[in-house]
């Protein structure tokens, strides 16, 4: 195997597609006679289709209606305002409900290049906020008993290759260090108490790390949102935004339009080309899920025992959780440079998982969906105004807390009730070169975060 010492990373990912391509399985063998293109989640909680006449005027109006925007509205509404919320689609059809569910208590600055140039003092501050958007999300579904399956079971980051387990344990002590949270190294020896594969070079454990029912917990908020007193409108897309002087906007949809005092753009991995500002500096990435039938009983104790979130140290992840009940596996990865079919995504995401796990290879996909996350160009979530128009963006595949809180943290500057919050609101919002160069052609904009991945050097000293 030492000719894989002087392969470069490409040579070693065609190798690893070859393999993917001769595992695959007939479709048969594979999709579940139930099969369908729609989130796991949304069995339990679909998303909602609200066509109720528009308001003709509110204090705030919020564009999209993920977990971001409902917040924002939530906690509008808790200060007094009147409060609409519009979107494009379906009433949570975004990301929020598609997402991994996974509830980070702000390991993701800690553990990529986002912290790179970023200076110590506000990193720490960065960090300190990740972590109480973690205690936020706790605090906000035990306060309102909102029905989101939160379970805090930890999160396991294996390392793809040793040198990547010798970078993990030192992020891990930074991680430690700024956040207090608890972590632990696994060495390799000791992985299969963690997770039942040898595909991982050890990796660290996170204590305070949840996952949560992604649709249930939109259910909540928007319940929420509306028992505060704030209207849900869908299929209301934001087509333009007027400045009226002093007095406020006029938004114009879709359906309508509405004045509003104030505006909050909450639309992360779907920013479209309403506004210039944020479609330069947001690159909308599509990530790919899959989810499987019920596994084969005590097989989940065996391939993750402590029912974990796991994800690894390699750019394009892999990130998989049992199901709230532990009954399924759930597997997201991007299969592919190019956007792909959802189908021909399910197909790619097997084969990844069975290298993870070789005991899932009979196991049939049930549900393969697919969700955008917003990129930035720094790899930081942004909170801020421009124009006098709010936003809160970015939150680069780690949103599930994060934008819950950014969403509520942007209200009461944008109230004028506080000065503008936190780590998230300052600094420039960079332009991403990617995020430009995909409004040109999304394959395009993909490729060169695929490429910036690529770059990076990841060679497997595994194969050697
Ligand atoms: C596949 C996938 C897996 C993920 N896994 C995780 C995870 O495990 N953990 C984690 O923390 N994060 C994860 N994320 C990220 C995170 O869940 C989401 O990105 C986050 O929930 C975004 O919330 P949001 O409210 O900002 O945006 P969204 O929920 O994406 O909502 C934006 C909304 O804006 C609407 N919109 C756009 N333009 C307009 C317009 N002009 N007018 C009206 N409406 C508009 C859209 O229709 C959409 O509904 C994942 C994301 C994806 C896609």
């Not at 084969?351 to 196991?363: F, G, H, S, T």
């Not at 105004?385 to 709010?390: E, L, P």
């Amino acid at each position: 195997m030492a000719v894989f010492d002087r392969m470069g990373d490409e040579n070693l990912d065609w190798l690893a597609s070859c393999h993917r391509r001769c595992t695959m399985r007939s479709d048969t063998l594979l999709f579940h006679d139930d099969f369908r293109v729609a989130p796991y989640w949304w069995d339990a909680a679909p998303p909602e289709t609200v066509r109720d006449a528009l308001p003709s005027e509110v204090d705030v109006l919020i564009v999209g209606s993920g977990y971001c925007g409902l917040s924002a509205a939530a906690e509008a509404a808790r200060l007094g305002a009147s409060v609409a919320v519009l979107d494009a689609a379906q009433i949570g059809a975004g990301g929020s409900t598609r997402s991994g569910g996974m509830v980070s208590s702000g390991q993701k600055l800690a553990l990529t290049n986002a912290i790179r140039g970023v200076p110590a003092e506000r990193l720490g501050r960065l960090m300190r906020e990740s972590m109480a958007s973690f205690d936020y999300l706790k605090r906000l579904i035990a306060d309102e008993s909102l029905d989101a399956d939160l379970q805090i079971t930890g999160r396991f980051f294996g390392a793809f290759t040793p040198r990547h387990f010798e970078r993990l344990r030192r992020q891990g002590d930074l991680l430690h260090d700024k956040t207090g949270v608890t972590v632990r190294v696994v060495p390799r020896a000791d992985q299969h108490a963690v997770i039942g594969s040898d595909y991982y070079y050890g990796g660290i454990l996170v204590d305070e790390y949840g996952g949560l029912h992604t649709a249930k917990y939109h259910r909540a908020l928007r319940e929420l949102a509306r028992r505060r007193g704030a209207s849900l409108h869908s299929h209301a897309g934001v087509e333009r935004i007027e400045r009226n002087g002093a007095a406020g906007f006029t938004v114009h949809a879709t359906r309508g339009k509405i004045e509003a005092k104030h505006v909050l753009v909450a639309t992360n991995g779907y920013t479209g080309r309403l506004l210039p500002f944020f479609s330069r500096r947001v690159l909308p990435v599509a990530s790919y899920q899959i989810a499987t039938e019920p596994l084969p009983p005590g097989l989940m104790a065996v391939l993750n025992p402590g029912r974990r979130m796991i994800s690894d140290s390699k750019r394009n992840l892999f990130y998989t959780r049992p199901s709230p009940d532990g009954t399924r596996m759930l597997f997201g990865s991007r299969p592919a440079i190019r956007e792909v079919s959802e189908r021909d995504a399910a197909r790619m995401l097997h084969a990844k998982m069975i290298e993870l796990w070789p005991a899932l290879r009979d196991v049939r996909i049930t549900h393969a969906w697919k969700g955008y996350v917003a990129m930035t160009g720094d790899k930081l979530a942004h909170i801020g105004a421009q124009d006098g128009i709010h936003y809160a963006l970015g939150c680069n595949g780690n949103g599930v807390a994060l934008m819950s809180y950014l969403g509520a943290r942007v209200v009461k500057p944008m109230l004028g009730l506080d000065a503008m919050p936190g780590a998230f609101g300052e600094g420039a919002f960079p332009v991403s070169v990617a995020g430009m160069a995909s409004r040109l052609s999304v394959p395009v904009g993909t490729a060169l975060y695929t490429f910036d991945d690529l770059w990076s050097g990841r060679v497997r000293a595994a194969l050697s």
